[in-house]
T-cell receptor, first 112, second 113 residues
């Protein structure tokens, strides 16, 4: 069964902290993995896309890593800001599927 | 257009009624996805179009749900005999290729009373 989990479900940190969000998947036959951000009542915004052949991707203060063998991806956020407060979701596309399988998300609150 | 447009943004209907939700993807995006999202959960896959054809409809929960994309651009998700359990936010996304970055619309919130 294709399953994607995210830990923790919620996280609250003071402004300026570095933090790590975790994503786990059950099948290593992935094609790519995306991290998204979702603000309350809004759609999803793609943050980073990692192809199966890549180990990490960086965009500004965000860095996403991928370890297929252990079935894990992490999203690292440096120097967090209140504007980073949102729900972060990871989504996996497998080699044999057409769709992206989403995790339940981690709800992040960055306190000023 | 500049982004993925979904209409209506909100739809309230009564149990048993028919509903249509529309998605206008980014111009030139051949891949189009429908997902639905319940409160506190990640999006759940419904159907994927490549061009005009439904390449994968394995996520449609039952035969009350149907989607079309007749000209390879705008897509309509159709729900017959709506049930209270259909209440959710229905999200549409498009991309230039099924492996590429997904761009999501803001969603259509469906409430079935």
């Amino acid at each position: 069964k294709q399953e994607v989990t995210q830990i923790p479900a919620a996280l609250s940190v003071p402004e300026g902290e570095n933090l790590v969000l975790n994503c786990s998947f059950t099948d290593s036959a992935i094609y790519n993995l995306q991290w998204f951000r979702q603000d309350p009542g809004k759609g999803l915004t793609s943050l980073l896309l990692i192809q199966s052949s890549q180990r990490e991707q960086t965009s500004g203060r965000l860095n996403a890593s991928l370890d297929k063998s252990s079935g894990r991806s992490t999203l690292y956020i440096a120097a967090s800001q209140p504007g980073d407060s949102a729900t972060y979701l990871c989504a996996v596309r497998y080699n044999y599927g057409q769709n992206f399988v989403f995790g339940p998300g981690t709800r992040l609150s960055v306190l000023p | 257009g500049a982004g993925v447009s979904q209409t209506p943004s909100n739809k309230v209907t009564e149990k048993g009624k028919y509903v249509e939700l529309r998605c206008d993807p980014i111009s030139g995006h051949t891949a189009l996805y429908w997902y639905r999202q319940s409160l506190g959960q990640g999006p759940e896959f419904l159907i994927y179009f490549q061009g005009t054809g439904a390449a994968d409809d394995s996520g449609l929960p039952n035969d009350r749900f149907f989607a079309v994309r007749p000209e390879g651009s705008v897509s309509t998700l159709k729900i017959q005999r709506t049930e209270r359990g259909d209440s959710a936010v229905y999200l549409c996304a498009s991309s230039t290729h099924r492996a590429n970055v997904l761009t999501f619309g803001a969603g259509s919130r469906l409430t079935v009373l």
